[in-house]
């Protein structure tokens, strides 16, 4: 592959409530050349395995909250980068990041890893990718969190806010993600806000994060609108795993209205936990959000 950028290991040294060991994948079926890094807390032969996936900018330093709760109750966790993110590889070429290839990673990386009886974790990216996964290894998962989220099956008018959004960020190539992040989520400290900086030392390192809101399919024939399209039709009428919904209400885009709507088509889907003071990372009430789910999976 193409020219691949691999963030200095440094970077990543004392980020604040951040004490996990990272785990590496190489060399995935169609991924030659490229690592990708993941957290995986917890016993290894556990009966449940908490699959969370991240979206833009963030990356698995977004479950630092959430991941402590599931092994405490006895679950493993695992939390991959997506390539283009935290201390996975990050190709150069923006025109590498395509919706099956973030897609077509995660699914290797389940098979690489084995990982089965999948609770699948999923805000953002991590539920716009995550959630047309478990149609193509239906047996592999069981359960479900999602959070400020959507399926993207192209069939709609993007909304307003997103379009801002998608604008400001292809203005901006050199995002500014200590700042986006602090803006987002108040509560997180300046050493937070920087840490979810820290896997991106230069714009160069950035090309993962511009791609993302140019893959949202805005028209049906865009990459990963047919697959979205699948993947509504199999929530609501082949899923038949247990779901738990939570709401970062603050969020100005993918809030209560794209999430209430995301529940109907969703099988089985109870009422959401709602958390008035959260914004779209509403993994930064995460320890919350991880007890709550725990409790209504019994």
């Known amino acids: 592959m193409a020219d691949i950028l691999r963030t200095p290991d440094e970077r990543f040294a004392d980020l604040p409530g951040f004490d996990f060991a990272p785990n590496y994948v190489e060399n995935l079926p169609g991924y030659d050349g490229m690592r990708m890094h993941y957290l995986d807390e917890g016993p290894a032969d556990a009966e449940h395995v908490f699959l969370c996936l991240h979206g833009q900018p963030s990356w698995s330093y977004l479950y630092r909250k959430m ?16 390539f ?3 201390r996975s590889d990050k190709p150069v070429a923006d025109e590498t990041y395509t919706f099956d290839f973030h897609r077509d990673a995660i699914l ?16 953002d990216w991590g539920g716009v990718i995550g959630l047309t ?14 959070m400020n989220t959507a399926l993207s099956t192209g069939d709609f008018p993007l909304g307003e806010g997103f379009l801002a ?11 500014d993600i200590a700042a ?16 979810y900086a820290a896997p991106f030392p230069d714009q160069s390192y950035k090309a993962g994060v511009r791609r993302f809101p140019n893959l949202v399919p805005d028209n049906p024939d865009a990459g990963g609108a047919a697959t979205s399209r699948r993947a509504r039709d199999w929530w609501g009428s082949e899923w038949n795993g247990q779901s738990f919904m939570a709401i970062g209400m603050q969020d100005p885009v993918l809030g ?6 995301l529940a109907k088509l969703i099988k089985g889907c ?5 958390i008035a003071e959260a914004g779209h990372f509403v993994q930064e009430w995460g320890d919350q959000v991880a007890q709550q789910a725990l409790e209504a999976f019994g």
């Not at 149609?135 to 999602?146: A, G, N, Q, T």
């Not at 959004?165 to 995002?175: C, E, G, K, Q, Y």
């Not at 209560?256 to 709507?261: C, D, G, K, S």
């Open 108 to 123: 290797r990386f389940i098979e690489q890893l084995d990982l089965r009886n999948i609770t699948l974790v999923g805000q």
């Open 133 to 146: 996964l478990p149609m193509e290894m239906p047996e592999r998962f069981s359960r479900l969190i999602v």
């Open 165 to 175: 959004w998608r604008a400001f960020s292809n203005a901006n190539p050199d995002l």
């Open 180 to 195: 986006l992040m602090a803006r987002a989520t108040p509560i997180l400290t300046p050493e937070e806000a920087a840490a």
């Open 256 to 261: 209560a209205p794209a999430m209430h709507a």
């Open 67 to 82: 991941i402590p709760v599931f092994t405490a109750a006895g679950h493993r966790a695992v939390a991959p980068d997506f």
């Open 270 to 274: 109870p009422a959401p936990l709602e």
């Open 84 to 86: 283009g993110f935290g």
